[in-house]
């Protein structure tokens, strides 16, 4: 950035010049930058839904875990111990 400060403190030749040269190397150089822009854009749009999705799935994740706590919560013994199982009927 002090490379460009530095070109247009100077004298105004030098800001027009680099103007100019800008304007000419313009449609050279837009038909070539305008694919790469469209690609980081497009990257960046895939990069924004992945996000959303692993946060989705993260979010669903932890809501199971709150349901599941809750149910046992509401156990027959309030969650403090595991519920236990009837003994199976051996024949």
């Known amino acids: 950035m002090a490379l460009l400060e530095d070109a247009f403190k100077g004298n105004v030749l030098t800001s027009v010049a680099v103007g100019v040269g800008a304007l000419m190397l313009a449609p050279i150089i837009v038909p070539i930058a ?12 895939v990069a924004y839904d992945q996000g959303r999705i692993a946060a989705a799935e993260l979010g669903e994740g932890y809501e199971d875990l709150v349901a599941e706590a809750r149910a046992e919560m509401a156990g027959p013994n309030g969650g403090t111990e595991p519920a236990k199982r009837p003994a199976a009927k051996s024949s």
């Open 34 to 45: 305008r694919p790469m822009i469209k690609a980081v854009i497009k990257a960046g749009l």
